[in-house]
């Protein structure tokens, strides 16, 4: 049995048998979770009673390729600016493509991203990147808190070295350095900027970082678009002036609403304040940037370290379209070989900040799969080789009581200046739609004890 199954099986013996039979701490860490703002919508972001392990090996593994890949990304992006007919493979919208074309001030395309991996033994694979407005390790480090004081996870630090994988630092640092390259000098006035909906209860993941910077000496606001204005080159929130904007709102969403004269895209425009990450980004989000990654005639010339990481780790991608490409080296007609091999391919929206769904060929029927490749031409959708999930048995509490489900584990490293520092994890249960038993979970790396 590995270190990992040893582990999994380890805690989950000790809530079936052990001392912690009594869900008294379960209890517990969920009024903890409450009290610590960990809930959205009415309900938990973790109704899980155990965080994610991984192995050391595995960790370094996300880090050093994940690191490679972002690499990658960054290179890709410069030769899209320069190059229209590439630009043109990622379907910007025209605001987008306005947006993208504007320098930000500071070097980094993506101060902050985050990567989702499925990761399991000695394979992983990247299936997508978050370099918009990526979420989830304000949440993933609270929750790392409350788990290392619970009991069970007490009991389990006597036989294993335990590691936390916070980031929520490294965010901070990445905002003030971008800062300082945009040519900022004083202590910035920061805005998170975000969607407020005048139905929303529970709390933001933003409060936390909200709270986490405030706790560091700087003056945050949490601000709605709307509350924006831009007079005499200074885009404030009524009486507080922004030096620098958290930028917390997904570019197509944002263009749903607004248009280019907004007080933020002039103010972004006109260098009157620095935009983390910038809108620049989305040339990274489309899903259609792996499309470019794994056509091999774009990156012959990439570093040996990049182009293996993308070869042994990115699935093969295009941008569904009526064309000839390359798959492992062989010319074919792309709507023709995805329609006759549905097992092996998935259909995704290529922004996910649209409504659009995401098909799994292996579990439709050939009419189902031919209806939506057709879907998948109306609208800018990829295509993406199958990669197969990876599952694991967690214990929740359910109205009082132990239950045990299988479900997706998504790892996400995330990355801040290209240097992935930390990582949460995600739960699902794979399929389309709402579920209550889906939520982050902290990710804590798992060593023998020395």
Same mark, same amino acid.
């Given at each position: ?86 630009? #043109? $493979?990622?379907? +910007? %919208?025209? =605001? ?8 930000? /001030?500071?070097?980094? *395309? ?56 916070? #980031? $929520?630092?490294? +965010? %901070?640092? =990445? ?8 040519? /900022?000098?004083?202590? *910035? ?57 958290? $930028? ?203």
């Amino acid at each position: 049995m590995s270190l990992l199954d040893e582990a999994v099986n380890k805690y989950n013996k000790l809530l079936e048998s052990g001392p912690f039979r009594d869900l008294s701490w379960a209890e517990a860490l969920h009024e903890r979770m409450e009290s610590e703002k960990l809930s959205a919508g009415g309900r938990l972001i973790c109704p899980f009673l155990r965080p994610n392990f991984i192995t050391r090996r595995q960790y370094d593994s996300l880090v050093k390729t994940g690191e490679s890949l972002i690499g990658a990304i960054d290179r890709m992006e410069q030769i899209v600016l320069s190059s229209p007919a590439l630009l #043109s $493979r990622l379907e +910007l %919208l025209p =605001a987008e493509k306005m947006l993208a074309s504007i320098d930000p /001030g500071y070097r980094a *395309p993506e101060a902050a991203s985050r990567l989702a991996t499925h990761l399991v033994n000695g394979h992983l694979h990247f299936i997508q990147y978050n370099a918009d407005s990526p979420s989830g390790s304000a949440y993933a480090d609270a929750l790392s808190n409350i788990f290392w004081d619970a009991p069970p996870m007490k009991e389990m630090r006597k036989k294993y070295t335990m590691t936390r994988t916070g #980031s $929520r630092k490294h +965010l %901070l640092h =990445a905002l003030l350095k971008s800062y300082r390259q945009f040519g /900022g000098t004083k202590k *910035p006035n920061i805005a998170i900027v975000e969607f407020r909906t005048v139905y929303h209860s529970g709390h933001s993941e933003y409060e936390l970082f909200r709270d986490f910077f405030r706790d560091e000496g700087y003056n945050v606001e949490i601000v709605s678009p709307e509350q924006l204005e831009y007079r005499n080159g200074v885009l404030r929130k009524g009486s507080f002036e922004i030096d620098l904007v958290y $930028r917390r709102l997904g570019v197509q969403e944002f263009l749903l609403r607004f248009d280019l004269t907004h007080p933020l895209v002039r103010a972004y425009r006109d260098r009157a304040v620095c935009v983390v990450n910038s809108f620049r980004s989305e040339l990274a989000h489309k899903k259609a940037m792996f499309g470019l990654l794994t056509d091999e005639a774009l990156t012959a010339k990439f570093p040996a370290a990049e182009r293996k990481a993308i070869r042994d780790h990115v699935p093969w991608t295009r941008l569904v379209a009526a064309e000839k490409t390359t798959y492992e080296d062989k010319t074919v007609d792309l709507l023709e070989f995805i329609t006759q091999n549905r097992e092996r391919f998935a259909l995704k929206p290529n922004d996910d900040n649209s409504d659009l769904h995401t098909y799994m060929g292996w579990e439709m029927d050939a009419g189902a799969w031919d209806r939506a490749v057709k879907q998948a031409m109306r609208a800018p959708y990829v295509v993406q080789q199958r990669v197969e999930p990876v599952r694991s048995i967690f214990p929740l509490l359910t109205f009082g009581h132990l239950e045990f489900r299988e479900m997706q584990v998504d790892v996400h490293p995330h990355a801040y200046l290209g240097k992935v520092q930390g990582c949460s994890s995600w739960l699902s249960t794979g399929k389309a739609g709402f579920s209550s038993a889906a939520g982050v979970v902290p990710t804590f790396i798992v060593d023998p004890k020395a």
